[in-house]
């Protein structure tokens, strides 16, 4: 019979077609298994280590999930109070004009309770990148209603479906930030397949190159899954949401330079 | 030659965070301290200094772009005026969390609500109790005199980066507005980025590879952990209460009777003191100039000495509850105090003084 490895022989240099980039730190992810966060996470920090930025990044983690992005970033981060991580980048990053800044906020903190510091952090044009994480729900605090939440979608705080009527409607605030003279890229991706990942990992490459470039604000949407506050497996809730946010939140480039 | 010059309140205090080497301003206008804003605009500070001045969207956002700067090491500052002051409580909260250092102002307006544009001290409370939610303290420092809205930019800068805590200037519309000559220090150079981090190791400058990541959060999930962190932050609260409460003494040394003040209001009782002096009645001033830490001790010790105390605020009565656990009942405490932007006239809080110790009394005492 032939000698059958071990894992200590195939686990060699030569052998190592990928691994995980050194700018995520060892610490598990706290996420939900099948959450698309982690994803995300990968693929920030990927292209910052691509990009040889460590050094010079300075990240603001929001209120939400994405709370603890700091434990998993092997980069220096400040926590945002929930929705300021606009007004706290905008504060860095006029002090620190050649850095790189981003802000990583999920949809209730970007579109309901910071809408303001979004609006017009877009519109003074900070040279800032905003990852903008849409699962259409509050995941962190249980799956209530988000700003984003679909008409009808059950959630803790619609139990029996968003009605558009005195719910008000889902808020497409990334078609609204395009309209402001001071973003200069803005895209939406999702993060669920491979083919997926790699135009997400492309938008997320000109996002970053664009601030490099001092061209203004680059805001990079990642339509995503909330599997635990939609009631779902993960692949429930990744074909959940083929079948019903990419219609309303469609994928691709929204405004890109001239 | 020393540079002199008339000036407001509000100027002074812009004039002094430049000299004193701020890198950042942040705020958005309201009466009565626009003039803060408006001054560092026009002395084109980026050129002058390398300052960065930027009008924010709201309150709320000045106070989180202060918090972005500060986490990153950087000398920055807010201003505002009562109603705004509230909008900032969040940030001033998360800022007490994570210990970061700045410079803020109030130029109390009165309240509560849109309330008036006149002055007003009805924010001490806010102020010197906390403000935000959670178990935090702030150097409060009560200028008297547009010389002291001068001085206390630079010092208060100072007492944040000591002690990695906010510092807030608690003014008053009438010490902002008013006019008086001021005496101008020469101009500190602003930190390099290089100094910063080396001086300030814990800020967000970027990973390099000599050194972990620096996180700036407030949150730990851990009680155990969260409960240490409280701890440590009142052993911060308590070392500064030891060493660096400021206070006036005026005329003090033979008093038998005591105005407490701080700001506009001690400037009122520094007349009143004259004026009583003149009536053949010894009285003196003890002018807080930290609110906290508050001057406990001194007030303790005075109050063995002096037969009754006065409270003189422009609110309903707050400060005179601090006056009150200092003498611990040793002395009587009484408050007066006038609201809604009223400022009392000299011979007014004499009178009041007269009525409570000094006459048969003639009509219930003032008390909150
Ligand atoms: C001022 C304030 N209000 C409310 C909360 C509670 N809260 C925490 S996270 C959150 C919603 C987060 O949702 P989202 O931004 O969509 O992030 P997700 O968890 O879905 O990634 C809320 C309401 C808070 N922490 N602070
Ligand atoms: S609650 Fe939702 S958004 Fe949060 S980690 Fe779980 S799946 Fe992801
Ligand atoms: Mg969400």
Known sequence: MSHIPTKDEVCQPENMVYSRTCLLTDNALSYCPGCGHGTAHRLIMEVIEEMNLQADTIGVAPVGCSVLAYDFMNIDMQQAAHGRAPAVATGIKRLYPDKFVFTYQGDGDLAAIGTGETIHVCNRGENITVFFVNNGIY???????????????????????????????????????????????????????????????????????????????????????????????????????????????????????? | MKDIRLMKGNEAIAEGVIRAGCDGYFGYPITPQSEVLEYLMANKTKERTGMIVLQAESEIASIHMVYGGAGAGKRVMTSSSSPGISLMQEGISFMAGTELPCLLLNVVRGGPGLGTIQPSQSDYFQTVKGGGHGDYKLIVLAPASVQEMYDFAKLGFDLAF??????????????????????????????????????????????????????ITSLDLNPVKQEIININLQKKFKHIQETEVRFERIMCDDAEYLFVAYGSSARICQKAVLLGRERGIKVGLLRPITLFPFPTVELAKLAKQVKGMLSVEMSAGQMVEDVRLSVNGAVPVEHYGRLGGIMPAPDEVLNVLEENFIKEKKYEPHTN
Not at chain 1, 145 to 154: E, N
Not at chain 1, 207 to 226: D, H, M, P, R
Not at chain 1, 241 to 252: A, I, K, R, S
Not at chain 2, 183 to 189: K, S
């Open chain 1, 139 to 258: 995941g962190m605090t249980g799956g209530q209603m988000a700003p984003t939440t679909l008409p009808g979608m059950k959630t803790a705080t619609s139990p029996f479906g968003r009605d558009t009527e005195t719910m008000g409607h889902p808020l497409k605030i990334t078609e609204l930030v395009a309209q402001l003279p001071g973003t200069y890229f803005v895209s939406r991706q999702a993060v669920h397949t491979p083919a997926h990942v790699r135009k997400a990992k492309k938008a997320i490459e000109k996002a970053i190159q664009y601030q490099k470039l001092n061209k203004g604000l680059s805001f990079v949407e990642i339509v995503s899954n909330c599997n635990s506050g939609w009631k779902m497996t993960p692949l429930e809730s990744n074909k959940w949401m083929e079948e019903n946010m990419f219609p309303y939140y469609p994928l691709g480039d929204i405004k890109v330079p001239k």
């Open chain 2, 162 to 215: 000591k002690h990695r805590i906010q510092v807030m200037v608690l003014s008053d519309g009438a010490i902002g507005q008013m006019m008086e000559k001021v005496e101008l220090d020469e101009q500190i150079p602003r930190l390099t980025d290089a100094e910063i981090k080396v001086k300030f190791p814990w800020a967000t400058t970027g990973k390099t590879p000599d050194r972990e990541r620096n996180i």
